[in-house]
């Protein structure tokens, strides 16, 4: 069975500087989708980010990045210009391309942005 | 643009009492997930329907759960009997039939506690 690892309980950041959160994962397969999802105090998951592993590119959107190395099964997800609504927690995600079935996640990471 | 939509998103039962849990996928989406997330932990998989069928429930307890996805109306996770131990926030998602099924949309949650 797949497992999805985030060894970093809580982290902080400064407002405006730059963290990295991380992820590795164990699978045997070789086509699958990562994700990183955001739980604010809400508890709403929101979708963050998206990588297909087929693709190399890192995928990006506004202020969030990822760094995918597929042969190290790591997906870290890069946060730039931390903003105070930032803080939440991150839950990494994979799921099979052969088995739309299940997401599997991580424990989460708990991020506080200090102002 | 309505996305998913779960109620209640509070529910207090006493313990032996039955919870019923639904959820209104994103308009058009046909395939529904429920997760159940304990205290400090990660989404965990329950089961997988699509319209009036279930298509994994490898993630269910095997006693007093139930799901269905009517062809009409909402998705129901129903817990019998509820336990203390059943307290937990449940998420419902959805993903459509087709395309760009592999990225679920979450609902906001039903936070479950027994009594």
């Known amino acids: 069975a797949q497992t999805v690892t985030q060894s970093q309980p809580e982290m902080s950041v400064q407002e405006a500087e730059t963290v990295t959160l991380s992820c590795t994962y164990d699978?045997?397969?070789?086509?699958?989708?990562l994700f990183w999802y955001k739980q604010p105090p809400s508890r709403q998951m929101i979708l963050v980010i998206r990588?297909?592993?087929?693709?190399?590119q890192n995928a990006t959107e506004n202020r969030f990045s990822v760094n995918f190395q597929k042969a190290a099964k790591s997906f870290s997800l890069k946060i730039s210009d931390s903003q105070l609504g930032d803080a939440a927690m991150y839950f990494c995600?994979?799921?099979?391309?052969?088995?739309?079935?299940?997401?599997?996640f991580g424990s989460g990471t708990k991020l506080n942005v200090k102002p | 643009n309505a996305g998913v939509m779960q109620n209640p998103r509070h529910l207090v039962r006493r313990r032996g009492q039955e919870a019923r849990l639904r959820c209104s996928p994103v308009?058009?989406?046909?395939?529904v997930y429920w997760y159940r997330q304990l205290p400090e932990e990660g989404l965990k998989f329950m089961v997988y329907?699509?319209?009036?069928?279930?298509?994994?429930e490898s993630g269910m307890p095997k006693e007093r759960f139930s799901a269905e996805f009517p062809k009409e109306g909402p998705s129901i996770l129903r817990i019998q009997q509820v336990v203390r131990g059943d307290s937990a926030a449940y998420f419902c998602?959805?993903?459509?039939?087709?395309?760009?099924?592999?990225?679920?949309?979450f609902g906001p949650g039903t936070r479950l506690l027994v009594l």
């Open positions: 998602a959805s993903s459509p039939g087709t395309r760009y099924q592999e990225t679920q949309y």
């Open positions: 699978t045997s397969e070789s086509d699958y989708y």
């Open positions: 990588q297909e592993a087929y693709k190399q």
């Open positions: 995600a994979y799921r099979s391309a052969n088995n739309f079935n299940k997401f599997y």
């Open positions: 308009k058009g989406h046909s395939h």
């Open positions: 329907l699509q319209k009036e069928n279930i298509i994994d």
